[in-house]
C-alpha cells in the first residue's frame, strides 16, 4: 500500500486566498484525521471522520476552516479566506475502525504570505 | 480532555548510550499509549505502544514502561544510533473510549556519533 497520500506538499499563497488540501488514506481505513502541526502549539487535531461522516470538529480553529469527506478514498481541507496565522504543517492520518493506530501522510507545509 | 506533558524537550546523547522520555497523562481512564518518531520533512510514524494491561513491552532496542498509579509512561532506547535521530511524540487517549489522540510537545533526540 502507498500509505496516506497528501498533496500538495508545500503551498504558498497571500493572505485572504483560499487553500485546500488534499489527502487519501489508506485502502480499507475507515477513520480519517486531520491535524496541524506548529511549534508553540505541536500536534493539534483539527476534525475526525468515521465512515466518511464527521465525528469532531471541536478542534477546527474557525469557521474560516472546513472539512469534507465525500468518499471513502478522499478528504479535503479547505481555509477561506487563509491568514498568516494558519502557517503550519497539516498532516492527514487515517487508522482502521476501531483502531487507535495513525498512519500518517507526509503532510502540506502551508505557508500565508 | 486529555493533558500530556512530556520531558525533556531536547535530549543529546553519545552513539550507543541510552535515550529515556518521559511522558505524564491527566485522564486515569485512559488505556492505550503510543510512540511516535518523526523523521524530518516526513509525517510521524509509530514505533511501539502500549495498552494498560501491562507494565513493559520491548520491541528490540525500544522499550515502553507504564506505570498506572501515578499516570506515566517513558520510551526508551538502548544502543542509541545516529539515525534513531529525530522527534519522539508521546500520545494518550483524549477521554474514556476515545480513538482520538492527545500528543505530548515532543522530545528531539539527537544521537551524537
Known sequence: ?113 | GENVEQHPSTLSVQEGDSAVIKCTYSDSASNYFPWYKQELGKGPQLIIDIRSNVGEKKDQRIAVTLNKTAKHFSLHITETQPEDSAVYFCAAPSGAGSYQLTFGKGTKLSVIP
Open chain 1, 1 to 113: 500500500d502507498a500509505g496516506v497520500i497528501q498533496s500538495p506538499r508545500h503551498e504558498v499563497t497571500e493572505m485572504g486566498q483560499e487553500v485546500t488540501l488534499r489527502c487519501k488514506p489508506i485502502s480499507g481505513h475507515n477513520s480519517l484525521f486531520w491535524y496541524r502541526q506548529t511549534m508553540m502549539r505541536g500536534l493539534e487535531l483539527l476534525i475526525y471522520f468515521n465512515n466518511n461522516v464527521p465525528i469532531d470538529d471541536s478542534g477546527m480553529p474557525e469557521d474560516r476552516f472546513s472539512a469534507k469527506m465525500p468518499n471513502a478514498s478522499f478528504s479535503t481541507l479547505k481555509i477561506q479566506p487563509s491568514e498568516p496565522r494558519d502557517s503550519a504543517v497539516y498532516f492527514c492520518a487515517s487508522s482502521q475502525r476501531l483502531s487507535e493506530k495513525l498512519f500518517f501522510g507526509s503532510g502540506t507545509q502551508l505557508s500565508v504570505l
